[in-house]
């Protein structure tokens, strides 16, 4: 299993990969009970969701000849939704996710697990 360490860039560092401008590493897997409680007394505060947001399942992710990307979503009666080059560089969406906008309007992806086990259509 696999887990991620934070750490500082520097000028030899190559990292696996970056999070939220952070270098990360693999480790080992997802968090264990120690990543919980990070070394405190107590674990970490918990905390659950409750916000209403829009999405769309990604079906399938095209671009044309003029260097735009658009997704077709799995969903009946929506035709292609753009996305912008920022949006695909952070988010790098991939098809299955869910592309998601919040009430403020921030644009998002959610792989299908994540997205599936914390909403509920309504």
Known sequence: MQRWT????????????????????????????????????????RYECHKIVWALKIAGIVGDQHGGVYFQPAEEGYDKVPMSPEYVAKHKPEVGGYYVVYADGYKSFSPAAAFESGYTRV
């Open 6 to 45: 934070v750490t500082r860039p520097q000028a030899a560092f190559q990292p696996s990969r970056w999070i939220d401008g952070l270098a990360v590493t693999p480790d080992e897997a997802t968090a264990t009970d120690e990543d919980l409680t990070m070394n405190a007394s107590c674990e970490m505060p």
